[in-house]
């Protein structure tokens, strides 16, 4: 019998002033929004074939009740509410709330997958590797160029994975390498890959996205 899989997209609604807050500098609050929006949408698009796996369950994990304002009619105009499970982000920081989301889904899953939507290049075979990789190990990982990962996946929790992980420096991969390999775990690495965060990583997005976004 196939083992259950799940896949979890974290999320932020993307409104004004709250959304991808390090490029306002570069495209205000508003053009910051819309990027956030079109990210969003882009990676929901990317992914949701998996969910013609039987044995693959999806689950968009957002910030607060209130984004459910912005999220549930989505999913509903695109037809996608029965697709996804949506759910609230629970946690005093980045590391909990993560923690908090792969441990519940390691609960009724034999492994699982956690990304955000910051990362254009990340699609759903990006996310079968990964997947095929938690086959032979215990964690696998999407790292970031910016020293970051853009996923993390694992078939058994590992707590020291999060905790005390100084979330958003150039270290968060090298440290999660040094846990690992404290507790003697395996893991893999998918190739690197960009995510947008910065003005100067504006330059990665795909040109449809590029185009789009200097059109709005």
């Not at 957002?62 to 459910?68: L, P």
């Not at 509903?76 to 792969?102: F, K, P, V």
Request: net charge negative.
């Amino acid at each position: 019998m196939p083992q259950k899989r799940h896949l979890i997209v974290f999320a932020k609604s993307p409104k004004a002033g709250l959304a991808k807050t390090r490029l306002i500098p570069a495209l205000g609050a508003d053009g910051a929004a819309t990027l956030a929006k079109q990210l969003f949408v882009h990676t929901i698009q990317m992914v949701t074939p998996l969910h013609l796996r039987a044995n693959t369950s999806l689950e968009l994990c957002v910030t607060g009740a209130q984004d459910n304002d912005f999220f549930k009619p989505w999913l509903e105009q695109q037809n996608l509410a029965a697709q996804w499970q949506l759910t609230h982000q629970q946690g005093h920081d980045l590391g909990s709330r993560m923690q908090t989301a792969l441990e519940s889904a390691l609960q009724h899953a034999s492994c699982a997958i956690l990304i955000g939507t910051d990362a254009p290049n990340l699609d759903h075979e990006v996310v079968e590797a990964a997947f095929a990789a938690l086959a032979s190990n215990d964690a696998v990982f999407a790292p970031a160029f910016d020293g970051g990962y853009t996923l993390i996946g694992l078939r058994t929790p590992i707590p020291e994975l999060f905790h005390d992980i100084e979330w958003g420096s150039a270290r968060v991969m090298q440290t999660s390498r040094d846990r690992l390999r404290a507790a003697k775990k395996t893991w893999h690495e998918l190739p690197p890959m960009h995510d947008i965060d910065e003005p100067t990583d504006l330059i990665h997005l795909p040109s449809h996205l590029r185009n789009k976004s200097n059109k709005e």
